[in-house]
């Protein structure tokens, strides 16, 4: 298995520009999630999704959209990029549950100019 | 807010020690506590969850305890060698069944040969 996958690894945007973070998984998880990280503030949620067509807001969902159209994948959209959204991204995965551990992939390191 | 809290200063200790990291939460009485392990340049790797009803869980030199009434959770490393430089996160299901998961800041550990 290649677990949780995520590309690009790196990405340089202009502000305005949009584009797409890819992630995939092929542990059939119901549960997928986005976080960003940011020095000092730890992970924060972006946005979630239970399963194939449902997906809801996290903690900083503005600027942000995805959808969920097949259970492997869970695709991160940037409308109009700013400077405030450069980041680490993160990608996780899980079967869910009361006890839910959380498979990550390996990062989109995103620099918006 | 539901927060949860770790030691943002990074723990330098010397190689063979016990590392001793500290996980606060306030406002909330979660079920259960989470701890990851995050390296330079990667995503998060689930090491141990611990019970609101356990003390302590153990895993190999790893050990976590969940004290309800301090509303905290200690995660120890027995032994420290230099390759357990990392940081540790600490977290919590913001809701359950939705896969959310909130964390701590995390707390760089740097063991000194």
């Known amino acids: 298995n290649a677990g949780v996958t995520q590309t690009p690894k790196f990405q340089v945007l202009k502000t305005g520009q949009s584009m797409t973070l890819q992630c995939a998984q092929d542990m059939n998880h119901e549960y997928m999630s986005w976080y960003r990280q940011d020095p000092g503030m730890g992970l924060r949620l972006i946005h979630y999704s239970v399963g194939a067509g449902i997906t809801d807001q996290g903690e900083v969902p503005n600027g942000y959209n995805v959808s969920r159209s097949t259970t492997e994948d869970f695709p991160l959209r940037l409308l109009s990029a700013a400077p405030s959204q450069t980041s680490v991204y993160f990608c996780?995965?899980?079967?869910?549950?009361?006890?839910?551990?959380?498979?990550f992939g390996p990062g989109t390191r995103l620099t918006v100019l | 807010s539901q927060k949860i809290e770790q030691n943002s200063e990074a723990l330098n200790i010397q190689e063979g020690k016990t590392a001793t990291l500290t996980c606060n939460y306030t406002n909330y009485s979660p079920a259960y506590l989470q701890w990851y392990r995050q390296d330079p340049g990667r995503g998060p790797v689930f090491l141990l969850l611990i019970r609101e009803n356990e003390k302590e869980k153990r895993k190999e030199r790893l050990k976590v305890t969940f004290d309800t009434t301090l509303k905290q959770s200690l995660f120890h490393i027995t032994a420290s060698q230099p390759a357990d430089s990392a940081t540790y996160l600490c977290a919590r299901l913001g809701s359950s069944n939705t896969g959310k998961l909130i964390f701590g800041q995390g707390t760089t550990l740097q063991v000194k040969p």
């Open positions: 996780a995965s899980s079967r869910g549950g009361n006890t839910d551990t959380q498979y």
